[in-house]
C-alpha cells in the first residue's frame, strides 16, 4: 500500500523559513517523480514543485521560483521541500504526491499525503 | 502561468450524466496529451480519476471518461452517484516545467 505522510508544518513569520518533509511507502521510490501541490484555505489546488526520481530534476512555479528549494533523499524514501522568504500568501496546506508515471509528474499524480497546513503570519 | 477555467458548479440528478469543461490555450491542454482530472471530497486529500487525458487509474469505475478537444478537456461523470458530489479540478503541463491545475467545479447531486 503506498503510504505519503507530510510532517514540518506550522507557523512561520512572514520572511521566514519552514521545511516540509515527506515520507513514503509501499512503492520503488526512487524510481518515480514527486510532487508538492498546495491548497489555500477555501480555495482550488496550486502546482508547487517536481523532482525527478534521481533528484537532479527540479521544477518550480514562478511563484515560489528562488524561495522553495525541493528535494530527495531516495536512501531515506524522503522528499523536502524547503521554504524561504516567506509570504502570506503561501498559507496553505502542503500535499505531497507521487507521480503516476516513472517518466514524468504531469500525465497525473496518483498518491497524495494527508497534507501539512503551514500559515505563515506575524 | 494562469489557472485553467472550470465552471464553478455543476449538478445532475442520481443517474444522470453531468459534463465538466477545462479550458486552456496552446501553451497547456492544447499543447500536450498532460491533463489529469481530481476529484477532492471535503476535509480530504485530492484523487487521481484521470490521467494521460483519458485513461482511469486502476479502481475507477468507467462511470468516470475524460476527453480533449484543442484547447478544452472535458470529464464525464455518467450514472451520477451520491458519493459523486465533491470538487474536482483539471490539470495539465503548462511547458517550461511546470504544471497547472483549473479553478474547479463543484459538483452537486440533486
Known amino acids: 500500500e503506498v503510504v505519503l505522510v507530510e510532517s514540518g508544518g506550522g507557523l512561520a513569520q512572514p520572511g521566514g523559513s519552514l521545511r516540509l518533509s515527506c515520507a513514503a511507502s509501499?512503492?520503488?521510490?526512487?524510481?518515480?517523480?514527486m510532487a508538492w501541490v498546495r491548497q489555500a484555505p477555501g480555495k482550488g489546488l496550486d502546482w508547487v514543485s517536481g523532482v525527478g526520481g534521481d533528484g537532479t530534476v527540479t521544477h518550480y512555479a514562478d511563484s515560489v521560483k528562488g524561495r522553495f528549494i525541493i528535494s530527495r533523499d531516495n536512501s531515506k524514501r524522503m522528499v523536502f521541500l524547503q521554504m524561504s522568504s516567506l509570504r502570506a500568501e503561501d498559507s496553505a496546506v502542503y500535499y505531497c504526491?507521487?507521480?503516476?508515471?516513472?517518466?514524468?509528474?504531469?500525465?497525473?499524480?496518483?498518491?497524495w499525503g494527508q497534507g501539512a497546513l503551514v500559515t505563515v503570519s506575524s | 502561468q494562469s489557472a485553467l477555467t472550470q465552471p464553478p458548479s455543476a449538478s445532475g440528478s442520481p443517474g444522470q450524466s453531468v459534463t465538466i469543461s477545462c479550458s486552456g490555450t496552446s501553451s497547456d491542454i492544447g499543447g500536450y496529451n498532460y491533463v489529469s482530472w481530481y476529484q477532492q471530497h471535503p476535509g480530504k486529500a485530492p484523487k487521481l480519476i484521470i490521467y494521460?487525458?483519458?485513461q482511469r487509474p486502476s479502481g475507477v469505475p468507467d462511470r468516470f471518461s475524460g476527453s480533449k478537444s484543442g484547447n478544452t478537456a472535458s470529464l464525464t461523470v455518467s450514472g451520477l452517484q451520491a458519493d459523486d458530489e465533491a470538487d474536482y479540478y483539471c490539470?495539465?503541463?503548462?511547458?517550461?516545467?511546470?504544471?497547472?491545475f483549473g479553478t474547479g467545479t463543484k459538483v452537486t447531486v440533486l
Open positions: 494521460a487525458v483519458s
Open positions: 504526491a507521487k507521480s503516476h508515471s516513472e517518466v514524468s509528474l504531469y500525465p497525473g499524480l496518483d498518491y
Open positions: 490539470s495539465s503541463y503548462a511547458g517550461n516545467f511546470q504544471g497547472v
Open positions: 509501499g512503492f520503488t521510490f526512487s524510481s518515480y517523480p
